[in-house]
């Protein structure tokens, strides 16, 4: 089993930034790929970043320039930095693990953009 635990989630006027942190534990092996999901109110959960462990990341073609995904392997830990927020980025953002072939999600966090 993985286990995730996201932080960051918050409350920010749009224009803002925000950083959102995930740190995994439990049986992750060598080989996973770790990003973020999201989903808005009344929406179905989209892509929002995946970053494989070599470093290659797909990307929402619509969030490219605002959001930057990056891990720290020793950690286990994947972050996703978030600029130029706008209220359509509100949403729950979940923490997504991919390893041996099993997909692992966390329980979210909650970020809300006031315009």
């Known amino acids: 089993q993985v286990q995730l635990v996201e932080s960051g989630g918050d409350l920010v006027q749009s224009g803002g930034s925000l950083r959102l942190s995930c740190a995994a534990s439990g049986s992750i092996f060598s080989d996973y790929a770790m990003g973020w999901y999201r989903q808005g109110p009344g929406k179905q959960r989209e892509l929002v970043a995946v970053q494989s462990i070599g470093g290659s990341v797909n990307y929402a073609e619509s969030l490219k320039g605002r959001f930057t995904i990056s891990r720290d392997n020793r950690k286990n830990t994947v972050y996703l930095q978030m600029n130029s927020l706008k209220p359509e980025d509100t949403a729950v953002y979940y923490c997504?693990?991919?390893?041996?072939?099993?997909?692992?999600w966390g329980l979210g966090t909650q970020v809300t953009v006031s315009s």
């Open positions: 997504y693990v991919k390893t041996m072939g099993r997909e692992y």
